[in-house]
């Protein structure tokens, strides 16, 4: 310990610790940040706990969440935690957890300047619009033929082309290898916990991590072969697009950076791999699991349903199709994103790494230890809104103030405390403006074409107050609804069915 520290515990820890698996046998629910909401009732605001050897401090108040994200962001800057899965599976270069440095800076900047800045995403509009089109053409088949439609199931592929095509130009070939590389991201195996088992290798996970790595890797080595071959014929005509030529997507621009020789940094191909699975495992799954819990609470809240459709159909009419540039005059579409991330973050649990022991409220948080901050549990906190449990858009739009300060105000930038489903500060997501616009985009569309009627198991469709989908959670890579979304979109009188089909 430092000498400034020396005298500080540690934060208040359940007893006992046992061997090996440390504090795991009290994570007794399924859903971690439940379980960790649960032990904060017993042991407070700020408490720790050891994962199998991996010694943890867990905060659940907006307050702790400032001081872990602004005030000591410095201590708090490293790398999160990771399975062996994801360290393999980015072929251990995830800019989500690579440490604190000169890449994760040259690979940040590259993000926010070339990747993600404003720009370059506006230019790659047209695909986006392109993806959400084919989701309504699904959609209005299904309403054709009156059959049910997994809408998870479509809003998964929806967020998984749109993140392939812009990144990569196509989607085909890649689409179901990097559902699989996601899918295994969302288990975590206990070995990556507990050391003993670790060396044992115990279950097949690393195995199947392997057979999963070894698909993966020579289809987007071929992807990449592509693109160096579209990229050499552009040179050749002057950097001119060719006709029908999609737009220069990111791994044009990684591959361009790749060949700088002035570059301070030369990524490398394992790099930009790397960084392929962590935009198909940061921006895929998240956003569809935001958009399926968005739906189904206005299934379940009819009365903010229907003021959305007004809104939509004051604002875009009834000519055209909704497109993202109308978001921006959708005020309370964008509160219901809002609302939905407070009750429903697809991450629950914020996670960083101690780099330098600090103190915090009287304790010492050591270097080593990761610290989850329970976003989910402040989202429901009636100390910091107005009748949490309630789907209520409208907070976010007037300015009546909870001891939180006023929900008018409150955005989704890392600024407000009390909401915080993108983190916060320098490691904040990057994905912020492209998830949220796509999210509400999609939404609008949905609520402009299609009126969706739930069905029961056997398909039967359900009326009135029985007209209600399960709020239930599971565990995954994020956290979605414990049942998939089935329902029959019915197409809206007042839509001309020639505008979904062109
Ligand atoms: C609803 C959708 C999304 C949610 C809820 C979400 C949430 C998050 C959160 C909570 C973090 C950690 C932030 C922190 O520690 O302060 C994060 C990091 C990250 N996200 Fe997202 N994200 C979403 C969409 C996206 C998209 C669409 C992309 C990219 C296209 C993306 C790329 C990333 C990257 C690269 C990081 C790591 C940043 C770093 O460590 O420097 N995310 N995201």
């Not at 300015?399 to 909870?402: I, S, V």
């Given at each position: 310990k430092s000498k400034a520290c020396r005298h500080l515990p540690n934060p208040p820890s359940p007893k006992p610790?046992?061997?090996?698996?440390?504090?795991?046998?009290?994570?007794?629910?399924?859903?971690l940040h439940q379980s960790l909401f649960r032990l904060s009732q017993r042991y407070g605001p700020l408490y720790s706990l050891y994962f199998g050897s991996m010694p943890t401090v867990v905060a659940s108040t907006p307050e702790l969440f400032k001081i872990f994200l602004q005030t000591h962001e410095a201590s708090f800057f490293n790398t999160r935690f990771q399975t062996s899965a994801m360290k393999r599976l980015t072929y251990d270069n995830s800019v989500a957890t690579v440490p604190f440095g000169p890449y994760w800076k040259f690979i940040r900047k590259l993000i926010m300047?070339?990747?993600?800045n404003a720009t370059t995403v506006n230019k790659l509009r047209p695909l986006r619009s392109q993806e959400i089109r084919k989701v309504l053409k699904v959609m209005a088949q299904s309403a054709e033929a009156r059959k049910p439609l997994n809408i998870t199931e479509e809003l998964l592929k929806w967020t998984n082309n749109t993140i392939s095509m812009m990144m990569l130009g196509e989607a085909e070939e890649i689409r179901d290898i990097a559902r699989e590389v996601l899918k295994i991201f969302g288990e975590y195996s206990l070995t990556d916990f507990i050391w003993p088992l670790k060396m044992l290798k115990i279950g097949n996970y690393e195995q199947r991590t392997e057979e999963i790595f070894n698909k993966f890797d020579p289809i987007i080595e071929k992807v990449i072969k592509k693109r160096q071959e579209i990229r050499k014929k552009r040179k050749e005509r002057n950097g001119e697009l060719e006709e029908g030529e999609r737009s220069v997507v990111f791994l044009d621009t990684l591959l361009e950076f790749a060949e700088?020789?002035?570059?301070?940094i030369q990524i490398s191909k394992e790099q930009i791999k790397g960084l392929v699975v962590d935009f198909f495992s940061a921006g895929t799954d998240s956003t569809a699991v935001a958009t399926d819990w968005a739906l189904s609470e206005l299934i379940n809240n009819p009365r903010v349903l229907e003021k959305a459709r007004e809104e939509v159909e004051s604002v875009v009419g009834k000519d055209r199709l909704v497109d993202e540039t109308d978001i921006q005059n959708l005020h309370y579409i964008r509160a219901i994103v809002k609302e939905t991330f407070r009750m429903h973050?697809?991450?629950t649990v914020v996670n960083r790494k101690c780099v330098a022991e600090c103190e915090v409220n009287g304790y010492l948080i050591p270097e080593g230890a990761s610290v989850f901050m329970n976003i989910w549990a402040v989202g429901r906190d009636p100390k910091y809104w107005d009748k949490p449990l309630e789907f209520r858009p409208e907070r976010f739009l007037d300015?009546?103030?909870?001891t939180g300060g006023?929900?008018?105000?409150?955005?989704?930038?890392?600024?407000?405390?009390?909401?915080l489903p993108f983190g916060?500060?320098?490691?904040?997501?990057?994905?912020v403006n492209l998830a949220a616009a796509g999210m509400a985009t999609l939404l609008a569309s949905v609520i402009q074409c299609f009126d969706l009627q739930v069905v029961d198991p056997q398909g039967k469709i359900l009326k009135g107050s029985n007209a209600k989908v399960s709020m239930e959670e599971r565990p995954g890579l994020t956290v979605p609804r414990a049942h998939s979304l089935i329902c029959v979109p019915v197409v809206r009188?007042?839509?001309?069915?020639t505008l979904l089909s062109s």
């Open positions: 610790r046992l061997p090996f698996i440390g504090h795991l046998h009290l994570l007794d629910q399924p859903l300047n070339d990747l993600l700088d020789e002035t570059m301070e973050p697809p991450l300015t009546t103030t909870t006023e929900t008018g105000q409150i955005d989704l930038r890392g600024q407000h405390f009390q909401l916060s500060g320098r490691r904040m997501c990057p994905g009188t007042s839509v001309p069915v």
